[in-house]
């Protein structure tokens, strides 16, 4: 009964097919910017941090903000504009689309471009001097359950937003910081214990934590975690999100 | 009546729908059936849309029950989707998409067949005049275009049940003319249709059936023609004069058996049989205008001629 998702992600698709490149520069010119600034500019004033040169401590964390970026901001923006003034959920819900395969099309379409921002950046870490290792392929579909938890979290903020400036708490108070203090630039096993438990409520420092031992292929003992916490917070939002949206459309 | 000697298309019970306090459907009861266009007519507000949306699951009632196709709704509601069409009031075609790609898309969403989808989006734009449009970006098109585009996008599936929610609305009256041709040509194929309409005039040559909602309930109901015979009359006389020839004209019309209406220096005189005075009095008066009676009229005397907005 949940089949007909992938039409509302074909649909996705065939548009952002249209515009391929403008879409992929703007998901991708932030983390990319972010690399070059600090990695290059900051970087060079930095000793090693934990065995690695600063260019290739950022690298990994900024592979899983890609994702966030791209998945959250697309069920943000694209989401809401389909929602009202494009009225695409209106004509989708009078086929035999149900709300909920519709919320879930839109999730995961959402989710599939943050893992083509995350698998770019991915491609580019040679750029930068990182040498991935073969533990990516593990990397991948955590990539992409952080998309589809990002994604939900853009897509409650669509289903409670009731003009396109509603987005900007979320963007500042949630997804900025998030960039910030969930360990891309700094190494939180250095900070105080406090912080450390604090950073760990950060739903981005799972995945910054495993993107960094994938793309090192040095796994860590709390592994587990990390990926349990993204599976959880995925499926509960992924779920909070399908409710509110059916919520906002069927009255 | 041929038509309803067959089991319902669609059948609604009881149904009611209260957003909080406002009742904006109240104690509903209605069918379609196969092969007639019911047309729903009523003044802003009156409920017509939110009626269409319980039938399509987007909004949902507060009591009574809905059948389509002989199924329950919403247990049932993507099976019997699946055979409706519907021509929305406010535009949702995609504009992210081209003309064409909009009937592909949609009809994908029906799990039409693509090769057949091609096909039936092809002889829908034929058929709406808009194949020279195909690859056209929707903002490029006229309101007239959108309009028959989304016409065209609720054929794509080739329904039981055509939902047309004011088809013509804001068109001129070529694009008007253009659609009531094709929607009539389709009546004649045997499509079943609900449309909803302000045009009066669209309504008397679509509908076999009417039915007059107000304030969320049915008003009246019946053949277009005979309701306006039996309930206005044959003729309709207008008199514009001063206050106190109208009063006067009045007195002199008590002993027909016409109803009359005054709004502002205007007096409407609905005559349901000839009478000498009427006749006089149109010989008369200078100010004078005598048309048949129409659908307009039985709606306004339903209805009240105050305006309704929200």
């Known amino acids: 009964m949940w089949l007909l998702f992938y039409k509302v992600w074909l649909r996705n698709a065939s548009v952002w097919r249209k515009h391929v490149r403008a879409s992929l520069i703007g998901n991708l010119g932030q983390p990319f910017l972010f690399l070059l600034a600090m990695g290059f500019g900051l970087g060079r004033q930095i000793p090693q941090i934990e065995g690695v040169t600063y260019l290739q401590f950022i690298g990994p964390g900024l592979v899983a903000s890609a994702v966030m970026y791209s998945g959250s901001f697309e069920t943000m923006y694209g989401s809401y504009t389909r929602l009202t003034t494009q009225r695409t959920y209106e004509a989708i819900l009078m086929t035999p689309v149900s709300v909920e395969e519709l919320a879930l099309g839109e999730i995961i379409w959402a989710a599939t471009k943050g893992i083509l921002s995350g698998l770019i950046m991915l491609a580019a870490l040679p750029l930068f001097g990182l040498i991935p ?20 979290l853009g897509l409650i903020m669509t289903a409670l937003a009731s003009d396109y400036e509603f987005f900007n708490y979320f963007t500042s108070l949630f997804i900025t910081p998030l960039f910030l203090f969930s360990g891309i630039f700094f190494s939180i096993s250095a900070m105080n214990p406090v912080i450390q438990k604090i950073s760990l409520a950060l739903p981005l420092t799972h995945a910054v934590n495993l993107s960094r031992m994938l793309c090192y292929g040095r796994i860590g003992p709390d592994w587990p975690i990390h990926v349990l916490v993204i599976i959880i917070l995925s499926v509960f939002c992924a779920w909070i999100a399908i409710v509110l949206i059916r919520r906002r459309l069927i009255l | 009546m041929t038509l309803t000697a067959k089991p319902p298309l669609v059948e609604i019970r009881n149904l009611t729908k209260k957003f909080k306090d406002r009742v904006v459907v109240k104690d509903l009861d209605l069918c379609i059936y196969p092969g007639e266009c019911l047309g729903l007519l009523g003044p802003n507000g009156a409920g017509k849309t939110t009626t269409i949306y319980m039938l399509l699951g987007l909004v949902r009632p507060t009591s009574g029950e809905i059948s389509i196709f002989g199924e329950s709704i919403p247990k049932r509601l993507k099976h019997v ?22 009937l592909l898309v949609y009809a994908a969403y029906f799990g039409v067949n693509r090769s057949i989808a091609k096909k039936r989006a092809d002889e829908l734009l034929g058929f709406f005049a808009l194949k020279n449009r195909s690859d056209e970006i929707i903002q490029h098109l006229s309101g007239g275009q959108r309009r028959r585009l989304l016409l065209s996008r609720a054929l794509i599936n080739a329904p039981e049940l055509l939902i047309l929610d004011e088809p013509t609305i804001g068109l001129d009256p070529q694009a008007r003319h253009l659609i009531w041709e094709r929607l009539e040509n389709l009546r004649s194929q045997g499509t079943t249709m609900l449309l909803t309409s302000h045009y009066m005039e669209e309504v008397s040559r679509l509908a076999n059936r009417v039915l007059i909602l107000d304030e969320g309930k049915i008003v009246a109901q019946g053949d277009p023609g005979e309701m306006v015979a039996d309930m206005i009359g044959s003729e309709v006389f207008e008199v514009t004069d001063s206050p106190k020839k109208l009063d006067a004209l009045e007195e002199t019309l008590r002993s027909c058996k016409v109803d009359v209406e005054r709004v502002a220096d205007r007096l409407f005189i609905y005559a349901q049989e000839s009478c000498t005075e009427l006749e006089t009095m149109a010989i008369s008066l200078r100010h004078v205008s005598k048309r048949p009676a129409n659908l307009e009229d039985l709606f306004l005397k339903l209805t009240g001629r105050t305006l309704r907005e929200n």
């Open chain 1, 133 to 152: 290792s073969p533990w990516i392929l593990a990397l991948i579909p955590m990539l992409f359950l952080e998309g589809i938890l990002f994604a939900s």
């Open chain 2, 81 to 102: 989707k699946l055979r409706i069409g519907v021509a929305p009031q406010a535009d949702n075609l995609d504009p992210d998409l081209t003309v064409f790609e909009n």
